[in-house]
């Protein structure tokens, strides 16, 4: 199984500024099978970024996503208020599918 | 519109079953594979199946496996998740989702059914 490591686990940033979210997977991924959700308190999560860099449909441009083999980072930048929340990697490159911890992206 | 509702969720002693359901909607159900993925009161996400979609190709998380079933209904638009010999810690909210394959990124998820399994 492959485990995601998410890091920093919080990250404190103010609105405008830009953010970095990591993703250390314990093995390769295969063929950048990763991707990046948004989860809003009592809401279901909402993907950003499959593939590695491929943003989902109606995912502004503020949103990135880059990376491969066992290193992934997710940037988002202008930092909006609705932006801090929580943010999962997924990789479905093999069996089992994992999810990482969590990255909580909150204002300073 | 895409839409994803479970149910079958509850309150379930330890070592009982529960089969939660999935209707599927504002999509071409047969043309995606479908998961359930968990969330515990408070934690993070745990993918828990996916199934492709014409059920050739299915797959378990460990921590379920031998317990948990998944299939599907193309001619119902549904998915479904038979959970036997429930624990304490199979306590979660329970979405499905779509994508590709029973490997894949998930496109759109409902909005949960709730599983407490307790005595």
């Known amino acids: 199984e492959i485990v995601l490591t998410q890091s920093p686990g919080t990250l404190s940033l103010s609105p405008g500024e830009s953010a970095t979210l990591s993703c250390r997977a314990s093995?390769?991924?295969?063929?950048?099978?990763l991707a990046w959700y948004q989860q809003k308190p009592g809401q279901a999560p909402r993907l950003l970024i499959y593939?590695?860099?491929n943003r989902a449909t109606g995912i502004p441009d503020r949103f990135s996503g880059s990376g491969s083999g066992t290193d992934f980072s997710l940037t988002i930048n202008r930092l909006e208020p609705e932006d801090f929340t929580v943010y999962y990697c997924?990789?479905?490159?093999?069996?089992?599918?994992?999810f990482g911890q969590g990255t909580r992206l909150e204002i300073k | 519109e895409v839409q994803l509702v479970e149910s079958g969720g509850g309150l379930v002693q330890p070592g009982r079953s529960l089969r939660l359901s999935c209707a599927a909607s504002?999509?071409?159900?047969?043309?995606?594979?479908m998961h359930w993925v968990r969330q515990a009161p408070g934690k993070g996400l745990e993918w828990v199946s996916g199934?492709?979609?014409?059920?050739?190709?299915?797959a378990y998380a460990d921590s379920v496996k031998g317990r948990f079933t998944i299939s599907r209904d193309n001619g119902k638009n549904s998915l479904y998740l038979q959970m036997n010999s429930l624990r304490a810690e199979d306590t979660a909210l329970y979405y499905c989702?779509?994508?590709?394959?029973?490997?894949?990124?998930?496109?759109?998820w409902g909005q949960g059914t709730p599983v407490t399994v307790s005595s």
């Open positions: 989702a779509n994508g590709f394959g029973e490997l894949s990124h998930l496109l759109f």
């Open positions: 504002g999509f071409t159900f047969d043309d995606y594979g």
């Open positions: 199934i492709n979609w014409n059920s050739n190709y299915i």
């Open positions: 093995q390769s991924v295969s063929s950048t099978y």
């Open positions: 593939d590695s860099s």
């Open positions: 997924q990789q479905y490159g093999s069996s089992p599918v994992t």
